[in-house]
């Protein structure tokens, strides 16, 4: 994927890791970078073109497809996280979380497959999380989203590879977003992240791991859950 000369549109482009990226696209060579936001009057960035888009109302997403139909390359960054555990947590702040990162991610794909596929195929970048591959308590329905996100992105470019469409997924640990702004713990720079989304996208990857953190996660997805959780399970009995 060339990202010189494309045209991009990034979803939840008017904060964080989507407002970086939407700079270095840019700053890359990107002819053209529809920001899209819920509420686009929220982007402050020169030389986008904001978008309004709720990525959980496929009326939303139809209509962005219509106004951006010339994209090249679709980054689905927007996602939620309400902190919930799955058995005490609240049912709705699950089902959000479900439905802006697992069905709000497919609602895109399915929206600017044809786009995408009309102008020679193309890429998507979808945004996950190394809690794709591993959870903690009060984190349930978000890594259970994210789990669900990672296997529709493998599944996507299936569906997707006869019609040239480069399909990628970023992984990445704790990084420094209004997401993770109550979590005193090392976070991963924004700018360092997306920059390492970036050139694995331009490279051809298929999956990209942003820090070792996440890495090492991935290396454990063969131990049994007993080791993976050894010290969870110990403290809460």
């Not at 696209?25 to 888009?53: F, H, Q």
């Not at 106004?67 to 927007?78: K, R």
């Amino acid at each position: 994927m060339n990202i010189e000369g494309s045209t991009a549109l990034v979803t939840g482009a008017n904060r964080g890791l989507g407002r970086h990226c939407a700079t270095q696209l840019l700053e890359r060579g990107a002819t053209k970078v529809y920001a899209a936001a819920r509420n686009p009057e929220s982007i402050d960035l020169p030389g986008v073109i904001p978008v309004a888009l709720d990525i959980t109302d496929p009326a939303s997403v139809a209509a962005a497809a219509a106004l951006a139909g010339d994209v090249t390359l679709l980054v689905n960054n927007a996602g939620v996280s309400h902190y919930a555990g799955l058995v005490t947590g609240e049912l709705d702040a699950l089902r959000n979380e479900m439905e802006t990162n697992f069905w709000g991610t497919l609602h895109m794909i399915r929206g600017f497959a044809p786009v995408l596929g009309g102008g020679g195929g193309g890429a998507i970048l979808n945004v996950l999380s190394r809690l794709s591959w591993l959870t903690y308590p009060g984190a349930g329905g978000y890594s259970a989203s994210k789990a669900a996100a990672w296997s529709l992105t493998d599944g996507v470019r299936l569906d997707l590879a006869s019609q040239g469409t480069q399909v990628t997924g970023l992984y990445l640990s704790a990084t420094d977003t209004d997401m993770m702004a109550g979590w005193d713990i090392p976070k991963n720079d924004p700018a360092d992240v997306v920059r390492a989304a970036l050139d694995g996208l331009e490279a051809g990857r298929l999956e990209i791991l942003a820090d070792e953190d996440t890495a090492a996660t991935k290396r454990t997805l063969n131990l049994d859950p007993s080791e993976i959780y050894a010290d969870l399970l110990v403290a809460a009995g």
